[in-house]
């Protein structure tokens, strides 16, 4: 379908897109669009008064479009946004297009949801030394660290991330800049500080100890009032079991949810004991598995509908392939991974990945690699609903192209579902920090969040390595 000649629709559309504005309503539970449906009737819910005063400023018209909800995709697609929302999906030939209005053509691309990584850390950006990098860099974390980090994301297509670990007033100041637009960047949603038994020396700022029940709620309480999205536990096996309820529970008082570490057996323990609601890494280190006492409990708290989905993040790639890489100069030295970062850091970290092998981070990364098969298929079949999420910015692990180099590595290495990759990446993030009503599928009345691959994902994850169109908020940023 040539793109030009609906382009050329032109005037005549006006009055016809009064009418096909309507159609949101039907369209958006029904994929039968057609001319079926537009004749069908059922398109007269909507008031000609809101149709008539909804503008369009921007309409993706031509791809496949993978709304994120699952189903068959929708060939020919277009997708009208006005301002920040989407107001109209349908598809050629029968969703008209107003005239005058910014057409971007995504012929041979396939049109998904913005993507969405479940575990970053911003403050990072992949240098491979801890203790330097807290020493040297705290005062550009929020002036430059920050916002690089959220910028490579946003074009790389990760137009939302969830940050598990930074300073509070830091990673606060960036998320509202980019939230009110001053700032580019994929939309945050962040932690804060790390909760934990004591911080390690140096760490403070982003790792707060927790010092008993009262001391506990306290800080819980401080960041729910400061605004964070999440709560994050690490090292619960280290607190008392009522410290670590005391802040499951006043997490939850404030409708936060719980994401804590699931790297030793106790660590799980702890936090499905508490009602922790999300655990992140596929842990347990060089053992061969989950133990099965372990999976019983897991396959017992998956089996309680009523408390909803228990999520997981595995954050697989970087332990699945941190060996070719740390070998690959070609990876090392890739500009994308520091486009926006001030000269001198990115120097600096690309010095410090010369020793990768040498990193503590790392040092058991060969013998987790065989185990990992397994782990991860216990994890589906224990019936936690898995996350894409990638730990980008440790140590040579990129925000940008973590996020679909994790993508790639669920599907190649893993034999994960394509389709159920994507929604991994995009609805289950979001219905995962409560926002699905706002973001995670391409439908109508959400916010426009949308990207473009050139290729079918469904066949060739590879594909996601390269955005060619990222749309944030209704705005192309790429
Ligand atoms: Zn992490």
Known sequence: MSVFRLTRVGLAVSALFLFSAQLPISVAGNRKIGTGAIGSGTINRNTTTAASTRAVSLALVGGTLIDGNGGVPLKNSVILIDGERIVAVGQVGSLAIPAGVTVVSTEGMHVLPGLWDMHVHLMLVGHGNYAYWDRVYPAEIGRTIIPAAAKQNLMAGVTSVRDLGAPLDEVLDVKRRIARGELQGATIYTSGPFLQHESYPGT????????????????????????????????????????????????????????????????????????????????????????????????????????????????????????????????????????????????????????????????????????????????????????????????????????????VTWVRAYNMNPMETIRAATYWPALAMGVLDRVGTVSVGKTADIIAVRGNPLTSMEVIRNVELVVQKGRRVR
């Open 204 to 407: 403070e700022r982003f790792r707060w100890s927790i010092n008993g029940v009262i001391d506990a709620r306290a800080k819980v309480k401080r960041l729910a009032d400061a605004g964070v999205d999440v709560i994050k536990l690490i090292d619960q096996d280290l607190m008392t079991m009522e410290e670590v309820r005391a802040i499951v529970d006043e997490a939850h008082k404030h409708k936060l949810p719980v994401v804590a570490h699931a790297h030793r057996p106790e660590e799980l323990r702890r936090g499905l004991a508490a009602g922790v609601d999300d655990f992140e890494h596929t842990g347990m280190q060089a053992a061969p598995s989950y133990p099965e006492e372990l999976m019983v409990q897991l396959r017992d708290r998956t089996a309680q509908g009523a408390r909803g989905p228990l999520y997981w993040t595995p954050t697989i790639d970087v332990l699945t392939n941190f060996t070719a890489r740390r070998d690959d100069d070609e990876y090392l030295d890739d500009p994308r991974w520091y486009q926006f970062l001030p000269d001198s850091i990115a120097r600096d970290v690309r010095r410090s990945l010369n020793a990768l092998d040498t990193l503590a981070y790392y040092r058991l990364v060969p013998d987790r690699g065989p185990t990992l098969q397994q782990k991860f298929r216990q994890l589906r079949e224990s019936g936690v609903r898995m996350l894409i999420g990638t730990d980008a910015g440790v140590p040579a692990n990129f925000h940008g192209y973590a996020t679909a180099e994790e993508m």
